[in-house]
């Protein structure tokens, strides 16, 4: 992983927020934008990984984040990476084709969560849920003109 200053800053308040949270199988969930974070190539797409489920599942909001210090191209990820229950989830994917940094994080994202093996119990809804995710893979790997 890139280690910088801001990405310090980053797995700090990750871990913070998550600290108390588990994944499916009972897992720390910080484990979760752990991984994602050492695929990432630099330091923005590394913060953002870090902090892509923060403003969803926790407390804290991209004001708090604003106030933390992180730049606005990574608030703008972030806001994007935010899904609004009222939006359809597969519009909501295509709009991250806008945004490269939150496209490349969420594909991580994506690719980390269909994995199955990272499960205790594998159920139909499991299945379901990794069949949504492949979907929404295939969507941000299509050509921009393709949306």
Excluded: W
């Excluded at 969930?29 to 923060?54: C, R």
């Amino acid at each position: 992983m890139l280690y910088t200053d801001l990405t310090k800053r980053a797995l700090k308040l990750c871990f913070a927020a998550h600290k108390d949270q588990t994944d499916k199988s009972g897992l720390p969930y910080v484990f979760h934008p752990f991984h994602l974070a050492e695929q990432m190539p630099d330091e923005l797409t590394t913060v953002v990984a870090l902090l892509h489920d923060v403003v969803e599942d926790t407390p804290y909001t991209l004001e708090d984040l604003a106030k933390l210090g992180f730049p606005q191209k990574v608030l703008s990820s972030l806001a994007r990476l935010t899904h609004d229950p009222s939006v359809p989830y597969l519009d909501y994917v295509a709009a991250l084709k806008k945004d490269p940094i939150a496209r490349q994080v969420k594909l991580a994202d994506l690719r980390h969560n269909s994995d199955l093996t990272r499960l205790d119990h594998v159920d139909e809804k499991a299945r379901q849920r990794a069949e949504k995710y492949v979907a929404a893979i295939r969507l941000l790997e299509q050509p921009d003109g393709d949306l």
